[in-house]
């Protein structure tokens, strides 16, 4: 990998994404409005929204940078852009670190509007502080840029890429511990949930809810959480194929 070859990559999809509002407002404003509707189709009870908010937090991140990026990488591919771009000297771990570098800076404004929204707006009640909930929402966010890239090498079309979310973003969101405790799950389905990375950034979100300092149980859960996105993306620059077949 290269400094200046990752930068420029990024640079460059940052310069690209400039000319797509639709796609820049999937990334910032949809997480946003869900949250919006979410606290108002609980009007009637927010204890609700103060239990189940902190959670999905995370989550709506992690599922439209998933989305935005496996698209926009197929998008590359397709296009021929990839082919061009890696028979010049630039790595593959060049191609995914730029893309990572340039989701992540979105997914860091993204992550911000979010939990600022939640906190100070929509007067989410968390015990813990707002740097961390921050933190575990930006984590979520970049776990889901580094699924997406890792997807894209193994679709074939833009409706693929799609496809791919309920393979990989729905058993997670049902096994991740929101709509009931991952103890109380039959112990075939506690042992799946114990090894998706979702399972974490719950448990992350929910020790901030529940907790005012910084526990050993949210320091694992956020490690866990970098580290299989640090994985994924590792497994997608050696996946990477130049064009689709």
Known sequence: MNTYRTTATATRVLR???HDPRSIALMILVPCVMLFLLRYVFDGSPGTFDSIGASLLGIFPLITMFLVTSIATLRERTSGTLERL???????????AGYALAFGALAIVQSALATGLALWVLDLNVTGSAWLLLLVALLDA??????????????ASEFQAVQFMPAVIFPQLLLCGLF????????A?????NVLPMS???????????HTDLTGTYIRDALIVAG???LVLALGAVTLRRRTA
């Open 16 to 18: 690209q994404l400039r």
């Open 86 to 96: 890696l028979a010049m000297p630039l790595g593959k771990g060049d191609l995914i």
């Open 142 to 155: 970049l776990l889901g840029t580094a699924l997406g890239l890792f997807v894209s090498a193994f679709a």
């Open 180 to 187: 009931t405790a991952r103890d109380k799950m039959q112990p």
């Open 189 to 193: 389905l506690e042992a799946i949930s």
């Open 200 to 210: 974490y950034a719950v448990d992350g979100m929910n020790e901030v809810l529940r």
């Open 228 to 230: 299989c996105a640090v």
